[in-house]
């Protein structure tokens, strides 16, 4: 079992920057993937990004990528998500996610979840 609390949430202007992170407790985290996901008003869970356990591979959202970064440190027992050049579309409920059985993209696959964090970006 691992449990997960985000952090980093907040409120931010157009083009700023935000850092969130993923506290992680209980066993086997350095074993599991990592992923990003987010919630927007009204909308469904939205794949951001995954770092694999093995070799900490990335991969992004199209929306993601070159603004968004993913980190695992499995010495803390954290993950974390860089986000620069906020837009008003990324205001959403970030969610951190570990252990995927199946499509990394596929919320449902994915085992271990936190709270979330808010993350609101004004115009």
């Known amino acids: 079992q691992v449990q997960l609390v985000e952090s980093g949430g907040g409120l931010v202007q157009t083009g700023g920057s935000l850092r969130l992170s993923c506290a992680a407790s209980?066993?086997?985290?350095?074993?599991?993937?990592v992923a990003w996901f987010r919630q927007g008003p009204g909308k469904g869970r939205e794949f951001v990004a995954r770092i694999r356990w093995n070799d900490l591979g990335t991969t992004y959202a199209e929306f993601a990528q070159g603004r968004f970064t993913i980190a695992k440190n499995n010495a803390e027992n954290t993950a974390s998500l860089q986000m620069s050049s906020l837009k008003p579309e990324d205001t959403a409920v970030y969610y951190c996610a570990a252990y995927s059985t199946g499509s990394y993209d596929r919320a449902e696959d994915w085992h271990y979840w936190g709270q979330g964090t808010h993350v609101t970006v004004t115009s």
């Open positions: 209980g066993r086997n985290f350095d074993s599991y993937s």
